[in-house]
């Protein structure tokens, strides 16, 4: 929709190309009016009428060359009926100024097409004739002989012009969204290596929600986006937030003065809502400043929001083509390797070479199955955000074939994440759960997610081995904090009692939610 706009109404290079071509064909035919009139000693009677002409040319190009799409489709007609009636002022007394009249279709055709060429033709030739007609001196067969031969010569220039720049106009759509994405992208380049613009949502709301708590003294505060459709997705808040999402999608209440809701206006539509709540209720000067800072805000969080929608476009391509590449690549070559250990063995009857083929054979399917595991990483996915059914699936997947007792604690009983964040926590509990897979030894495994409008937890327990420390060329919990450090949220792995890991995740503040589990 954006790039539709732009590319509407941004002038391309072969549209500023046919409006240089255009404006000197009229520069060029009033220079040849003026000569022929000079050589005809007629120059001191045409005067006026050649600056008739020259302010029509001078207006059509200037439109032209500024004026919208919208205006400028009607400049070949309003220039053929105006050099009609200029041009048929003069028929009968000097046959100089006449050859203007091949200027209209010839530029109609070059800038707009052959359609557009006839029709000014059509509009010039019947302003010749009524302007002819209705004048106290009418033109003689000749002169309008001379008139047509004008106007017949500019329709088949400009017809001739207008099929051979369709080829071009033709290409010039086709392109149009693409030249708009390039400039759209060069200015996002430009700005954020400059450091100009930030372009993450989850900061911005959060330095949203941070500004209205401390500018207004609100107790409870959420920005929800409706940027996604339902379910409602809030991006940040502070305080209590639970009782607040119902007043963001516009439920029946009683009037609570207490409560304060503001639209959050992006580019051409709504993108969510701001919901205050503050005891005592608000007075006009609060009111006022809220909606201030929601006005700031509300554009540069659009863009944000946009920019996740592309990126988390983008990543999720990457990521499927990566697996790809992995399924069809080293993964096939790996269980063909296979076979050429189990060729080996057969043809060979010592016991040395039978245990190592064994060995061999074994290495090869752990590594073909961390391919495995790997590929399901990264196509698996949240869906119609509800990042609990895809955590479910994705433990119940993985531990399928382990000897491993799974306990799932999956409560999203308050408004949708956003879809970023929706994708970190999956990525972050993915990389959790492969650890105690590959590394563990454990017995049980408990998988926590909490996300109730107040509390946002994740945590990834299990009763192995413990020991969870970061190790050389290794950059799993490395990554799990960065990733949390994206969504706002802080990431601590620390050893259980009783033996095992608890990789916790958790959004600030923190809101005290109990979680009991069973030792084992």
Do not use: C
């Not at 580019?267 to 919901?275: E, F, N, P, R, T």
């Not at 039978?354 to 790997?374: C, T």
């Not at 990483?377 to 433990?395: E, K, M, N, P, T």
């Not at 563990?440 to 909490?450: E, G, I, S, Y």
Request: no cysteine.
């Amino acid at each position: 929709m954006i790039l539709d706009i732009i590319a509407s109404t941004e002038p391309s290079r072969s549209t500023r190309r046919t409006w240089r071509v255009t404006t000197a064909v009229r520069i060029f035919a009033i220079a040849l009016v003026i000569g022929r009139a000079m050589s005809s000693d007629g120059l001191s009677r045409l005067g006026v009428l050649i600056m008739l002409l020259g302010l029509v040319a001078a207006l059509a190009s200037l439109v032209e060359g500024v004026g919208t799409e919208a205006i400028s489709r009607w400049v070949p007609l309003a220039e053929a009926l105006l050099v009609g009636v200029v041009v048929a002022a003069e028929l009968s007394r000097d046959e100089a100024i006449l050859l203007y009249l091949a200027v209209p279709p010839l530029a109609a055709g070059i800038r707009r097409g052959w359609l557009s060429a006839t029709n000014a033709f059509l509009l010039s030739t019947a302003a010749v004739l009524v302007a002819g007609r209705l004048s106290s001196d009418p033109p003689s067969m000749d002169v309008l002989q001379s008139a047509s031969f004008w106007l017949v010569t500019g329709l088949g220039i400009g017809v001739l012009a207008g099929v051979q720049t369709r080829s071009i106009r033709d290409l010039e759509m086709r392109q149009a969204p693409y030249v708009a994405t390039h400039q759209l992208m060069s200015q996002l380049h430009d700005l954020t290596s400059r450091g100009e613009v930030g372009l993450d949502s989850i900061k911005l709301a959060t330095e949203l929600v941070a500004r209205l708590h401390e500018g207004t003294g609100a107790a409870g505060v959420a920005v929800y986006g409706h940027a996604w459709g339902l379910p409602l997705v809030q991006l940040a808040g502070h305080g209590d937030t639970t009782s607040l999402a119902s007043h963001a999608i516009g439920a029946n209440h009683a009037h609570q003065s207490e409560v304060l809701v503001i639209g959050l206006r992006g580019a051409g539509h709504q993108l969510g809502s701001v919901v205050l709540r503050k005891p005592g209720g608000w007075t006009d000067l609060d009111r006022s400043a809220a909606q201030t800072v929601a006005d700031e805000f509300a554009l540069r969080l659009d863009t944000a929001v946009l920019f996740d929608e592309v990126r988390r476009l983008a990543t999720a391509e990457e990521r499927k083509r990566i697996a790809r590449e992995m399924h069809d690549g080293v993964a096939q070559e790996l269980v063909a390797l296979g076979y050429i250990v189990d060729e080996i063995a057969s043809v060979s009857d010592e016991a040395e070479t039978q245990e190592l083929a064994d060995n061999l054979r074994g290495e090869i399917s752990r590594i073909v199955a961390e391919i495995r595991y790997s590929i399901l990483d990264l196509r698996h996915h949240v869906a119609d955000h509800r990042l609990s059914g895809a955590l479910a699936d994705y433990v119940h997947q993985v531990t399928q074939d382990m000897d491993l007792r799974v306990n799932l604690v999956l409560d999203e009983s308050g408004p949708s994440l956003p879809p970023r964040t929706e994708s970190e926590l999956l990525r972050v509990a993915q990389e959790a759960i492969g650890n105690v897979r590959k590394h563990a030894r454990a017995d049980n495994l408990w998988v926590t997610l909490v996300s109730d409008g107040s509390t946002l937890l994740l945590e990834v327990e299990d009763d192995g081995v413990g020991n969870a420390q970061p190790k050389d060329r290794h950059w799993g919990l490395q990554s799990m904090q960065e990733r949390a450090a994206g969504i706002e949220a802080s990431l601590d792995v620390t050893s259980r009692v009783g033996g095992g890991t608890i990789v916790r995740l958790q959004s600030p503040p923190l809101t005290t939610a109990a979680t009991t589990k069973e030792n084992a």
